[in-house]
């Protein structure tokens, strides 16, 4: 049996955004029929205010915070905790000064379980502030060489794209692709993410996912055409 696994914002959602509620109805049928994994970077209430507690409790697991925080039936089982090198914060913080982006909203550097989440704009931007914020960064590509500035100056520590307006910071090792250790190595997935290109956050996943599918997907509207398309060619 295929076990398929979702990234969530720009996969299942727009980011940050709740999933479209004919989509919602679709996939919790396609939920009871198959066996669904969800991974994220993001944290379970912002997970479950995007996909609501249909989705999030009846999926096998739902991974928040890139797999360091583990949640099953709307109960937490496992979570991992980061400890970042002293060097990072004063960084990040440098970085807060020195980008040329104009705006600066608050919570910055939100610390979740067992990753951090760095955004310029700040993560208490409106929806106004976050797409100039998104605009500049697809012009000045800001968080790609912050990301590949982090991984070059630590040894123990990833920093990759995800979501629009952050990115998502941890140990090495402790992104998407440790979510595998709970399938077996024979185990057929398919994984949707919009972020697979190197350097985004779905990319240690596909990496690793060598028996399976990874679909990169460009919104949610193009993971339900192709899943559309794939119970369509297996009836
Ligand atoms: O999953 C990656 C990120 O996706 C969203 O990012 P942004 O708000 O920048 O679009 C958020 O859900 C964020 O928490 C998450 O890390």
Redesign the pocket.
């Known amino acids: 049996m295929i076990r398929y696994i979702f990234?969530?914002?720009?996969t299942l959602t727009p980011?940050?955004c709740p999933i479209d509620p004919e989509f919602k109805e679709w996939f919790i049928d396609f939920i009871k029929d198959n066996k669904v994994w969800l991974v994220?970077?993001?944290?379970y209430d912002?997970?479950l205010e995007?996909l609501g507690p249909e989705i999030c409790e009846s999926v096998v697991t739902c991974y928040n915070?890139?797999g360091n925080d583990v949640w099953h039936k709307g109960k937490r089982v496992n979570s991992k905790q980061f400890k970042a090198p002293e060097g990072l914060q004063p960084l990040l913080e440098g970085w807060l000064q020195a980008s040329r982006f104009p705006l600066r909203t608050g919570n910055h550097i939100?610390k979740?379980r067992g990753m951090w989440?760095f955004?310029i704009v700040g993560?208490n931007a409106t929806w106004a502030e976050?797409s100039e914020y998104v605009q500049w960064d697809v012009s000045n590509r800001e968080r790609e060489s912050i990301a590949l500035e982090i991984n070059s100056l630590f040894d123990n520590v990833t920093a990759t794209v995800?979501?629009?307006?952050?990115i998502?910071i941890g140990r090495t090792g402790g992104d998407k692709s440790q979510i595998l250790e709970d399938f077996n190595s024979d185990d057929k997935i398919y994984f949707f993410g919009d972020?697979q290109e190197p350097g985004g956050?779905d990319y240690p996943l596909v990496k690793v996912n060598t028996k399976g599918k990874n679909f990169h997907v460009k919104d949610w509207h193009d993971t339900f055409d192709k899943l559309k398309n794939i119970v369509a060619a297996a009836r």
Do not use: A, L
């Not at 994220?40 to 944290?43: A, E, L, M, N, V």
């Open positions: 990234d969530v914002d720009g980011s940050r994220t970077g993001s944290d912002k997970t995007q915070c890139q939100e979740r989440n955004s993560r976050r995800g979501g629009e307006t952050g998502d972020r956050n």
